[in-house]
């Protein structure tokens, strides 16, 4: 009678039963059909990718693979075995996943119509190496958008400007506040650019004293003052030939540098300090603020011309509380980084991602990371 009941209980269980207990397991499991659609996917995959179940439903893998989330793919290899494959995959956020592909079979045709993947972290090698040309190694994989990783559509149309305008060799003048990453946006730019090859130098203005800026900038020639180094110095702007300067909090700068900076944006050419020689570079200067500089051009606390120069492309990045899809990936991407730096496996409960996600960041990613 015992054994009836038991039998009895088990058919009763509901789909939404099973949905949950499968949301309950620590491993990701995924279920494509077999063009490679995905069908079905536990919460896990939030934890791997920082996307949600319902972002990831109805689309190809593919399209999330060629995108940078995961990567290699699985599906070609268990297409091409018809068996169970096991590989490396790593994510856009960095983490490391053992996954396993389990092929089903059609009864009738005894064609694949499902495909059953398993993933769970971890950090030893392979274990599938096929015997062919490999299909792509997992460490080749690029992260989405050159390391900007974003759900947000906002910071997305961002992104995508910044690729077209990285091929323009002008000024480009980033606005946001602090901790939004503009260090990180400068640096994407300089990689898209022509001058990838050549130096990114960056300075921020805000941390250098008024009498020192000056000299970092445009350096100085031999006996230029008292206590300079023998044989002068060669400055940031300089140093950068070739390549691109990026100069953080660009409206602390003093009125004195404002008007050298302005000669090097108008005509490539700077005086060092003490110097006679006039010197040429090629250079591309983006500056970046958490200042409003049009109201500082306003009450002449920044030149008109100046500002104008600087802003040929005003890219404005949004804070954190705007794109609050980026808080969950953000956190797992951070989660990963500190575990890998400390030999850690800490992991993050669901209502602490349900604070994190709720919390304001008035100091936005940064305030995030620490």
């Given amino acids: 009678m015992l054994n009836r009941i038991e039998t009895h209980q088990e058919l009763e269980i509901t789909t939404e039963i099973l949905m949950n207990i499968l949301d309950h397991s620590s491993d990701e499991i995924f279920v494509l059909d077999k063009e490679g659609r995905i069908i079905y ?10 996307l949600k179940p319902s972002a990831v439903i109805g689309r190809l893998n593919e399209e999330f693979v060629s995108k940078g989330y995961w990567g290699p793919s699985i599906i070609p290899y268990v297409l091409k075995e018809k068996k169970p494959v096991t590989i ?10 053992l996954t396993t592909a389990i092929p089903i079979f059609h009864a009738e045709t005894n064609e694949i119509e499902l495909i059953v993947t398993t993933s769970h972290e971890q950090t030893y090698k392979a274990l599938y190496h096929p015997e062919e040309e490999p299909m792509g190694e997992a460490k080749d994989i690029q992260p989405v958008l050159n390391n900007m990783i974003t759900n947000n559509e906002k910071m997305k149309a961002l992104l995508k400007l910044c690729d ?12 946001g506040e602090s901790g939004t990453g503009k260090s990180l946006l400068a640096s994407h730019i300089h990689k898209m650019s022509q001058r990838k090859s050549g ?4 300075l921020n203005c805000a941390a250098i004293p008024e009498d020192l800026l000056e000299s970092e900038l445009f350096g100085y020639s031999q006996g230029a003052f008292t206590g300079a180094n023998r044989g002068g110095k060669i400055g940031l702007i300089e140093a950068a030939n070739g390549g691109t300067l990026f100069l953080d909090e660009i409206g602390e700068i003093s009125p004195k540098v404002q008007a050298k900076l302005l000669q090097v944006i108008q005509e490539r050419q700077f005086l060092p300090i003490g110097g006679r020689e006039v010197k040429t570079v090629d250079i591309r200067i983006i500056a970046a603020t958490n200042q409003n500089l049009q109201q500082m051009v ?10 104008y120069r600087l802003n040929v492309i005003d890219l ?37 991602l349900e604070v994190l ?14």
Avoid: M
Wanted: with cysteine.
């Fill in 88 to 97: 490396k995959q790593t994510t856009y956020i960095g983490g490391e996943l």
């Fill in 41 to 50: 996917v536990n919460r896990t995959c939030e934890r791997h990718y920082g």
């Fill in 164 to 175: 077209k305008v990285a091929k323009v060799d002008t000024t480009i003048l980033i606005q």
């Fill in 298 to 307: 306003e009450h002449r606390q920044f030149r008109e011309d100046l500002f």
């Fill in 357 to 370: 996600s709720d919390h304001q960041w008035p100091g936005n990613v940064r305030q995030l990371e620490n």
């Fill in 199 to 202: 130096p990114f130098l960056a």
């Fill in 316 to 352: 404005k990045l949004p804070p954190l509380r705007e794109r609050k899809e980026d808080i969950i990936p953000l956190t797992y991407y951070f989660l990963n980084k500190f575990n890998q730096k400390y030999q850690s496996s800490q992991i993050i409960s669901q209502e602490a």
